[in-house]
Nanobody, 118 residues
Framework: VQLQASGGGLVPAGGSLTLSCVVS????????VGWYRQTSGKQRELVAN???????YYPDSVKGRFTISRDSAKSTVYLQMNSLKPEDTAVYYC?????????????WGQGTQVTVSS
């Protein structure tokens, strides 16, 4: 499996979840990875990004609530989500920026469903 996102589920508003994304090093570089989400009828939106320097980016909608991290030894990128809101309900995807060959990656893999109940 090239990308394996997991950890989604049903959680009440105010709860927490941690998503994991295992990245195949034979297919992708792990130095820059983003987490995205998509709801029905809407475009995917970036919710967190980590680059090779460990710098992170979050849009205002999740800033202060979501945290992205990377464990290179485990080839895994995490998304810690706290204080979840019903509007966070979506399918969450991880996407490395580059393939193992250094080319821009367009592969998304399967996502993981997060449902936040009100």
């Amino acid at each position: 499996v090239q990308l394996q996102a997991s950890g989604g589920g049903l959680v009440p508003a105010g709860g927490s979840l941690t998503l994991s994304c295992v990245v195949s090093r034979s297919h992708f570089m792990i130095h820059a990875v983003g987490w995205y989400r998509q709801t029905s009828g809407k475009q995917r939106e970036l919710v967190a990004n980590i680059n090779s320097d460990g710098n992170t980016y979050y849009p205002d909608s999740v800033k202060g609530r979501f945290t992205i991290s990377r464990d290179s030894a485990k080839s895994t990128v995490y998304l810690q989500m706290n204080s979840l809101k019903p509007e966070d309900t979506a399918v969450y995807y991880c996407r490395p920026l580059l393939t193992a060959q250094g080319l821009r990656n367009d592969y998304w893999g399967q996502g993981t469903q997060v449902t936040v109940s009100s």
